[in-house]
C-alpha cells in the first residue's frame, strides 16, 4: 500500500505561482512512478505531468513550459511548480502513483491522494 498526501494548494491570482507537494508513504517511494492529475468543475480527470525513477518527465501539451514535476526520494515527496498560472489552470490537483511511467501517463494508476485545490483568480 502507497499513502498520499498533497499540500499547498490554493487561490493565486493569474500569473502567480504555486507549488504543490506530496508526501508519500508506505512501499518504497523511489520504486514508484509518480505523477500530477487535475479535475476542474464539470470535466473529467486529465493528465498534467509525471516522472519516472530516474527523474524522466512527461508533460500534457496544456502546461508544457509552466509546470515542473520534481521528486526528492530522500523526503519520499514529488513537487509540482506551477508558473504563469491561468484561470483555466483551476482545478483540483491529484497526486498519483504506478510502478511504471507508463501507467501514471496512461493509466491505470495504482494509488491516488485525496487532492488539493487550486483556485486561479483572473
Known amino acids: 500500500q502507497v499513502q498520499l498526501v498533497e499540500s499547498g494548494g490554493g487561490l493565486v491570482q493569474a500569473g502567480g505561482s504555486l507549488r504543490l507537494s506530496c508526501a508519500a508513504s508506505?512501499?518504497?517511494?523511489?520504486?514508484?512512478?509518480m505523477g500530477w492529475f487535475r479535475q476542474a468543475p464539470g470535466k473529467e480527470r486529465e493528465f498534467v505531468a509525471a516522472i519516472n525513477r530516474l527523474g524522466g518527465t512527461y508533460y500534457a501539451d496544456s502546461v508544457k513550459g509552466r509546470f515542473a514535476i520534481s521528486r526528492d526520494n530522500a523526503k519520499n515527496t514529488v513537487y509540482l511548480q506551477m508558473n504563469s498560472l491561468k484561470p483555466e489552470d483551476t482545478a483540483v490537483y491529484y497526486c498519483?502513483?504506478?510502478?511504471?511511467?507508463?501507467?501514471?501517463?496512461?493509466?491505470?494508476?495504482?494509488?491516488w491522494g485525496q487532492g488539493t485545490q487550486v483556485t486561479v483568480s483572473s
Open positions: 508506505g512501499r518504497t517511494f523511489s520504486g514508484y512512478a
Open positions: 498519483a502513483s504506478a510502478t511504471t511511467f507508463g501507467a501514471v501517463v496512461t493509466g491505470p494508476v495504482d494509488y
